[in-house]
C-alpha cells in the first residue's frame, strides 16, 4: 500500500518546485525531503524526478502519479474532516423515555431544534424494559429511565426526581379512602406501580391496587386523564403528564402528606464516547428537568 506520507512530500514538491522551500513547508529537513521521495520511488519501483543538479522534472511514471495523487489527497482530506467533525448543533440525536417526562421534554427539544434546524431529534416513548432493549441494541442514542439497569453494559446516572400525584376529577376536594374506593381506578401501564408507591404511603388501609375495582385502562399518556376528567375514575400518574393535560380545569391535582418520588435516571452504553451533539441535549435537559 503506498504510503500517505511520502505521496503527501512528493505533490508538495512539485507544486513548490524546490527541496528546500519544501522542507520549509513541511517543517522537514531537505535531506528527509530525499527520503521521502527516494521511499517512494522504490516502493513504486520506478523512477519518479529527473534530477539535474538542484533542479528536477517528472518522469512520465511522475507526472501520472501527481495527476492522480491530487485528487486523492483531497477525498483524504475531506475524509479526515468528516471524521474529526464533531458539531454541538448538529446531526441527529436518538432518544427514548417513560411517556410523562417525555411530555416534558419532547416540546423543549423541538424548541431547540428550531433555534438549530441541522440538529435532528428523534424521540420514541417507551416503557424501562424497551429503553434497555434499545440502548443495548444501539437502536438510540440516549435514554431516560425510572429504574437502574441490570445490564452492565449501560451507565445509569440520577438526574431528577418527579413527584406522583393523585388525580381525580375536579369536583373531589377531599380524596379519602372511601372516595377512591367509590370511583374505582383509571389503570394505565405503571399504573399498578404508581399507584402502589404513593397510596401505601398515605392510606393505612392500602394492602393491593386490587382494592379498588379497576374502571378503565389507557396506555396513552396524553388520554389516561380523560376518564378520570368525566368522573370514570381516578388515577396516580407522574407530575409531568399531569401539567401536560390540556385540561387542567376539569381535574383536580393531590399532593398527599407523604410525597412520594421517582427518580428519573440517564442512561447511555458504558461504553459509548458522546459526540457533542448529545453531550449538548443532556446539557440542555439537565436545566429543564
Known amino acids: 500500500m503506498m504510503n500517505i506520507t511520502w505521496l503527501r512530500t512528493f505533490c508538495t514538491l512539485i507544486e513548490v518546485g524546490h527541496f528546500t522551500r519544501t522542507a ?17 520511488e522504490s516502493q513504486l519501483d520506478v523512477d519518479l524526478l529527473i534530477r539535474q543538479g538542484k533542479q528536477f522534472s517528472l518522469t512520465d511514471a511522475g507526472e501520472e502519479l501527481y495527476r492522480e495523487a491530487g485528487d486523492i489527497l483531497q477525498r483524504l482530506a475531506n475524509l479526515e474532516q468528516r471524521i474529526g467533525d464533531d458539531p454541538a448543533y448538529a446531526g441527529i440525536v436518538r432518544l427514548m423515555s417513560p411517556g410523562s417526562v417525555g ?16 440538529l435532528v431529534i428523534d424521540y ?3 416503557p424501562n424494559s424497551d429503553i434497555e432493549r434499545a440502548l443495548a441494541n444501539h437502536d438510540i442514542d ?3 429511565m425510572t429504574e437502574i439497569s441490570d ?31 367509590a370511583l374505582g381506578f383509571i389503570d394505565h401501564p405503571d399504573g399498578t406501580h404508581h399507584a ?10 392500602f394492602q393491593h391496587i386490587n382494592d379498588f375495582k379497576k374502571k378503565g385502562f389507557s396506555n396513552q399518556i396524553g388520554l389516561i386523564l380523560e376518564p378520570v376528567s368525566r368522573g370514570l375514575g381516578f388515577t396516580v400518574l407522574p407530575a409531568h403528564a399531569v401539567a401536560a393535560y390540556p385540561n387542567p380545569e376539569l381535574i383536580s391535582s393531590h399532593r398527599l402528606p407523604v410525597p412520594v418520588s421517582e427518580t428519573l435516571y440517564l ?11 448529545m453531550q449538548t441535549v443532556i446539557n440542555e435537559i439537565k436545566k429543564w428537568l
Open 24 to 40: 520549509e513547508r513541511l517543517y522537514m529537513t531537505q535531506s528527509g525531503v530525499s527520503q521521502h521521495i527516494r521511499k517512494l
Open 103 to 118: 411530555l416534558k421534554l419532547y416540546p423543549q427539544l423541538l424548541t431547540l431544534q428550531q433555534q438549530y434546524p441541522q
Open 124 to 126: 420514541r416513548f417507551a
Open 142 to 144: 440516549i435514554g431516560f
Open 151 to 181: 445490564d452492565e453494559g449501560i451507565s445509569c446516572q440520577s438526574i431528577a426526581q418527579e413527584a406522583l400525584i393523585l388525580v381525580t376529577l375536579v369536583m373531589t376536594h377531599e380524596p379519602s379512602w372511601e372516595t377512591l374506593i
Open 196 to 205: 402502589s408507591m404513593l397510596l401505601s404511603a398515605n392510606y393505612r388501609e
Open 267 to 277: 442512561a447511555v452504553r458504558r461504553q459509548q464516547a458522546l459526540p457533542n451533539r
